[in-house]
């Protein structure tokens, strides 16, 4: 029997799992698909509560991580096999290279001085990134990952002579014994470019919640400044769409519950920059949950914010200005009219990264792909794996599964 921990995931809830199992004196595990810990939060400007970049409160966690020897991470890595029970379970993980050195050697000339690129996954295709990059200044671990397939025949050439670079390391396979798993798989957004309605992948103007985070971020592709994709030009009359593709039994059934409160904070994004710029959020119903209705009535005094009750029926573009031309139905006015933005965010909902991609454990989803179950095979669902939460709910939930996995490998 092993009173090791597993937890697959390294976003907010996995890292608070993670942490508080390590520091009652357990052995913990992490798993995590891509080349750094952090999940969604790190692709934010700003997040709940108290309004402040992501390096805020995942440095706190880094630096929880690097003193603590009972923990043991693995970035580039996936569950490929669990066999076994509760108290005693085999994993097989596989490990992708990451062709740098193992130690934080600042390769930031070299990548810059390379020719190949590709599209930025992490800003969500709004920017190119070199085969050599950090997705972040603060990346953790803080260590270059080497995309082989983007390289050009030159940057071969140029890698190949870096004492940091390793062109051969190759993939590997471990093993791992634990007596419980946790599941901090986390959430993707909605894809966009499904709601063709709304413009989405076809109108440069119209972008998803998750890619205004990334223009209002200042290590994002604009470093921080709020701009349309099309020109440049620095928008004066911004629309929020609420409910993109949510509570729609043709895209997402459910209501996501963070969405509004996300769009009321990239609302104030924007007059912020922009102190003259409007601001219009169309919705079905606000959800500010708790402690978030101080936040909206502060956003709702903004004389430039209108929010609108109405459900936005179609977009267009004006291919000559780039503007966007929203159709909605005013519910309370009861009249249809076309509105001209310079610009239209969609507040796309979460789904879960378990609809779409499975891991070899079995443990039941429902209808939606979020986990509703296993907890009688030693296995805990955490965060947005579970359910939609917001980062303070879901770092909760991380706590919650690692009290229970605890309990499970105590007990046997």
């Not at 062109?167 to 014994?177: P, V």
């Amino acid at each position: 029997m092993s009173n090791s921990i597993l937890v697959v995931g390294g976003g907010f809830s996995g890292l608070t799992a993670a942490l508080e199992a390590a520091e009652v004196g357990y052995e913990v595990f992490i798993v995590e698909k891509t080349p750094f810990l952090g999940g969604r939060v790190m692709q934010l400007s700003k997040y709940f509560p108290k309004l402040c970049p992501p390096s805020c409160g995942l440095e706190i966690q880094y630096q929880r991580i690097r003193n603590n020897p009972k923990i043991k991470f693995f970035t580039q890595a996936t569950v490929q096999a669990v066999k076994g029970e509760a108290g005693n379970y085999t994993v097989k993980v596989a490990i992708k290279p990451r062709h740098t050195a193992p130690y934080s050697a600042d390769l930031g000339l070299l990548a810059s001085s390379l020719e190949g690129e590709s599209t930025s996954e992490f800003d969500f295709g709004l920017a190119k990134r070199k085969p050599l990059y950090l997705s972040v200044p603060f990346a953790f671990p803080n260590r270059y990952v080497l995309d082989k397939e983007a390289l050009t025949k030159a940057d071969e050439l140029k890698v190949g002579r870096s004492v940091a670079v390793d062109m051969n390391e190759a993939a590997r396979e471990i093993e791992l014994e634990v007596g419980s798993i946790v599941l901090a798989t986390g959430w993707k957004p909605y894809d966009v470019t499904r709601l063709t309605n709304l413009g989405a992948g076809q109108i440069a103007n119209c972008v998803s919640n998750m890619q205004l985070e990334r223009l209002a971020a200042s290590g994002g592709p604009t470093g921080g400044a709020i701009r349309r994709p099309s020109d440049g030009k620095a928008p004066k009359k911004v629309a929020f769409v609420q409910c993109a593709g949510s509570r729609d039994q043709n895209h997402l059934n459910y209501c996501s519950y963070i969405c509004c409160m996300a769009s009321l904070k990239q609302a104030t994004y924007v007059r912020e920059q922009y102190p003259d710029a409007e601001v219009t959020v169309y919705y079905i119903d606000l959800r500010t949950p708790g402690r978030y209705d101080k936040f909206m009535r502060k956003v709702r005094a903004d004389e430039k914010i209108s929010l609108v009750k109405g459900k936005v029926a179609g977009v267009e573009e004006d291919a000559a200005s780039g503007d966007v031309i929203v159709e909605v139905e005013d519910a309370v006015k009861g009249e249809k009219k076309k509105v001209r933005y310079d610009m239209v965010v969609l507040a796309t909902g979460m789904r879960p990264t378990l609809a779409d991609e499975k891991l070899p454990v079995d443990v039941p989803v429902d209808e939606d792909g979020f986990i509703v179950g296993g907890e009688d095979k030693g296995i805990f669902a955490a965060g947005c794996a579970k359910m939609p939460l917001d980062v303070m709910r879901s770092a909760q939930s991380g706590t919650s599964a690692a009290l229970q996995a605890i309990q499970t490998v105590k007990g046997r």
